[in-house]
């Protein structure tokens, strides 16, 4: 079994910053691509950042030149540093994982969010 634990959400004026944590611990023989997804109630969760084993990123055209995504691959976690938010980045944030357990055998895990609110 393996679980993700997110943390650094919070409120945070316009224009502030944000760090949201997210750490894989259990039965992990390595890990693929991760992310961060948002969604807002009566809305489709939505990709946010997204990063590779190798380190390529990929970002929704919203954020891009505000957030960056990182990992630490030796801590099994992924970063995303939040900067020049908006009102609109208000959202439950889900970190995201493709972890393989085996050598052939991978999962999709999520986290179980954390809470994002902007104020104006």
């Known amino acids: 079994q393996v679980q993700l634990v997110e943390s650094g959400g919070g409120l945070v004026q316009a224009g502030g910053s944000l760090r949201l944590s997210c750490a894989a611990s259990?039965?992990?023989?390595?890990?693929?691509?991760m992310g961060w997804y948002r969604q807002v109630p009566g809305k489709q969760r939505e990709l946010v950042a997204l990063?590779?084993?190798?380190?390529?990123?990929n970002y929704a055209d919203s954020v891009k030149g505000r957030f960056t995504i990182s990992r630490d691959n030796a801590k099994n976690t992924v970063y995303l540093q939040m900067n020049s938010l908006k009102p609109e980045d208000t959202a439950v944030y889900y970190c995201?994982?493709?972890?393989?357990?085996?050598?052939?055998?991978?999962?999709?895990?999520w986290g179980q969010g954390t809470q994002v609110t902007v104020s104006s």
């Open positions: 259990g039965t992990i023989f390595s890990i693929d691509h």
């Open positions: 995201n994982a493709r972890v393989y357990t085996t050598m052939r055998v991978y999962y999709n895990y």
């Open positions: 990063i590779t084993s190798a380190g390529s990123t």
